[in-house]
Structure formats: structure tokens, C-alpha cells
């Protein structure tokens, strides 16, 4: 879809030591990922809330990956989301979005009626396909009391096949294909770029879970440097963004999927908490984007 006027892990540091909390913070995938981070002013903003109606639209295409466990069919109709918010998973109450609950582990996002795109360490196994499910619509604006977040039963989908998955380090290839159990009705399937490059100078959009929150729009990325299978960003990225949608804000042409970057959060000894880490603009690591040319 394009506008109409324009052609893994989750450590913490903790007095230097690395604690990976299994359980928490969606219980967000561990293998292969890396951490994310804040890049200048904070751009998540709540999907409902973003000022831009294309993107909305196109945010439409973005799934969270909840585990079963999380997921309670309360009838035909509706499923209830379990889980914390951040603040109980130890992050600073005074934090944006502290109390939104926390439940996805990774993002994805449809590329066809039922196939939809991740980061392959979302989905390394055909037992993912088992204990877990792709649910869209997974918004703050579903609820305003996390014991009450409830989902519609026809955006919950099953994965019923990896068709395709690679992961490597060298060249860095991280992306796996999924098949759902049904055709995803009402959504349009984003559109890839299938050859070259974008220009150093698009701003980037990125569609998907931080930290495993409802689904969030952030803007303003920038590409520091293009690489022979990855882009480098500063984008403000967490973990539950492996998987998510990068794409040209103004196009929406799909550039490539978010899957490992900066450390997410360090500790506040102060207030015995934790705070997502800042960083300048053309500050730290960046973010790793897998090109989406890679997929076949």
C-alpha cells in the first residue's frame, strides 16, 4: 500500500552484572536478539494517537506474538490478554507507558492474505507455531484497565507452517515467513521493496511491540549506514520489536524488519528501578534492520 500522492533478547544491567528475566516484559524471545534503545526525543506513540492516518493504516498489518498462557478464550467472541504492565516488571513508574501491559514477545507483519514476516529468533521451531498465537489489534485503546483487555477472537490467528526461515551471522540474515491458519481478512498486506536501496535520507517508520506494549508507531528513524543484508538505524527500538515493520514513513514501502541493536534499559539507583536508555541521535550502536530485498 502506498500513498496516494507519493510513487531478543531483554538483560538487564544491573550493577554490571546481566540478568535475563525470563517470564517478564512479555517474555520476550532470547535467541539471537539483542537489545534496543531511545535515540534522541522518545518517538513511540500509541497507534490510536499517531497524527498520521496513513500510518495507522498500515499499522493495521502489524501482529503481536503472545503465548498461549497469556491468552484466555473467554467465549466464541473474545479472548482476554494476561500479564504485567512495566511498572510491575520493574520499570520506573514515572516511565511513559508503565502501565500498559506488557504481554507480546515479538511483532510481525503481513506480506500476504496469510503469510506474515518476523525476525527468525521469534520463531525458531514449528513448536512456537504450538504454544503460541499472532493477534492484531493488540492496542492500548482496547481497555483502560489492564484486568480487562480483551481481543476480538477473529484477530487472533495460529501459525500452522514456518515456510520459510534463515538466521546467520555473516552476512547477518534474520528473518522467518509464516503461514496463519486462515486468510486475514479487512488488512492489506504491506508492500516489500524487491531490488536496490533506499536513499540515506528517508525517514523511517516502524511498526510494531516495544518491550512487548501495545502496538506503538515510531517515526523519525534515520539510516546511518547501508550494509550488504542490513540497514543501520537509530531508530527508538526495543526487544518485542523483533519483527517489526521498518518502512519509508512517506511511501509505506516495507525497507526492512527490526531485530537487534542497542541495550534496552540500565539501572536507576536511585529510585531502584529501570529506565529505558537514551542516546543521541547519531549516538551508540544503532539498530539492526534486516533488508527486506533478502527474502526470496
Given at each position: ?49 499517531h ?39 520493574g ?10 501491559l506488557?504481554?507480546?514477545s ?5 506480506i500476504?492474505p ?37 481481543i ?28 496463519l ?28 511491540h ?45 525497507e526492512?524488519i ?16 529501570r ?22
Open positions: 500500500m502506498f500513498r496516494t500522492t507519493q510513487l531478543l533478547k531483554f538483560p538487564f544491567i544491573i550493577l554490571g552484572v546481566t540478568l535475563i528475566l525470563g517470564g517478564d516484559l512479555g517474555a520476550l524471545d532470547t535467541f539471537g536478539a539483542q537489545e534496543k534503545v531511545i535515540y534522541g526525543e522518545d518517538r513511540r506513540i500509541d497507534v490510536e494517537d497524527p498520521d492516518s496513513f500510518l495507522r493504516e498500515l499499522a493495521r498489518s502489524s501482529a503481536a506474538k503472545i503465548s498461549n498462557i497469556r491468552l484466555q478464550k473467554i467465549d466464541e467472541d473474545f479472548y482476554q490478554v494476561r500479564g504485567r504492565t512495566l511498572a510491575e516488571q520499570v520506573c513508574s514515572d516511565e511513559r507507558f508503565s502501565d500498559q506488557a504481554s507480546a515479538c511483532s510481525g507483519f503481513l500476504g496469510d503469510l506474515l514476516v518476523t525476525a527468525a529468533h521469534c520463531i525458531s521451531h514449528e513448536s512456537d507455531c504450538l504454544t503460541h498465537k499472532w493477534v492484531f489489534d493488540f492496542k492500548a485503546s482496547n481497555s483502560p484497565h489492564v484486568d480487562d483487555f480483551k476480538s477472537s477473529e484477530h487472533v490467528f495460529r501459525c500452522t507452517e514456518i515456510v520459510e526461515r534463515k538466521y546467520q551471522h555473516r552476512p547477518y540474515i534474520d528473518y522467518a515467513v509464516i503461514r491458519d486462515r486468510p486475514v481478512e479487512g488488512r492489506e498486506f504491506l508492500e516489500l521493496r524487491r531490488q536496490g536501496e533506499p536513499s540515506q535520507s528517508v525517514e523511517l517508520a516502524m511498526l510494531g516495544p518491550s512487548g506494549l501495545p502496538l506503538k508507531i515510531t517515526d523519525g528513524g534515520r539510516i546511518r549506514r547501508i550494509e550488504a543484508t542490513t540497514l543501520l538505524v537509530s531508530i527508538d527500538a526495543f526487544a518485542g520489536n523483533s519483527g517489526s515493520a521498518v518502512v519509508d514513513a512517506q511511501t509505506g514501502l516495507v526492512g527490526l531485530v537487534r541493536g542497542e541495550e534496552d534499559y540500565v539501572w536507576d539507583n536511585v529510585n531502584n528501578c529506565r529505558p536508555k537514551r542516546c543521541r541521535e547519531s549516538g551508540c550502536r544503532g539498530e539492526d534492520v534486516v533488508r527486506i530485498t533478502e527474502i526470496n
